[in-house]
């Protein structure tokens, strides 16, 4: 699976961006989704994630309410909607890919994803 991420962009706190996740070279519908992101200086974190149907989804806990993974399996597209930025979001997103099933804590795992695209830089301003 080949993975491009987009949509990453400079705004104000308080703003929104819409990230894009397209997946190529195999049936996407067959893969867990994930976002996770990495700031300046930290370790990369996973922000959130959604099953192979879209039915189920799963967040870190400082982006619930805010942000929103949705994906569209016909454009093999995953997106995260990120609304009410705070200056703590900016980052590089990263868009991941695997064939396991994940559940609860395993989201968090960076290492069972086995596809990566690459950052899109968010940089949110104060």
């Known amino acids: 699976v080949q993975l491009q991420a987009s949509g990453g962009g400079l705004v104000q706190a308080g703003g929104s961006l819409r990230l894009s996740c397209a997946a190529s070279g ?8 994930g976002w996770f992101r990495q700031a300046p200086g930290k370790e990369r974190e996973f922000v959130a994630g ?10 870190t806990d400082s982006v619930k309410g805010r942000f929103t993974i949705s994906r569209d399996n016909a454009k093999n597209t995953v997106y995260l909607q990120m609304n009410s930025l705070i200056p703590e979001d900016t980052a590089f ?8 099933g994940l559940y609860g804590r395993t989201w968090y795992r960076a290492d069972l994803f086995d596809y990566w695209g690459q950052g899109t830089l968010v940089t949110v301003s104060s």
Request: charged share 10%; aromatic share 26%; hydrophobic share 25%.
């Open 26 to 33: 195999r049936t996407f519908s067959g893969y867990s989704m």
């Open 93 to 100: 997103y990263y868009c991941a890919a695997t064939p396991r």
């Open 50 to 59: 959604i099953n192979w149907s879209g039915g189920s989804t799963y967040y």
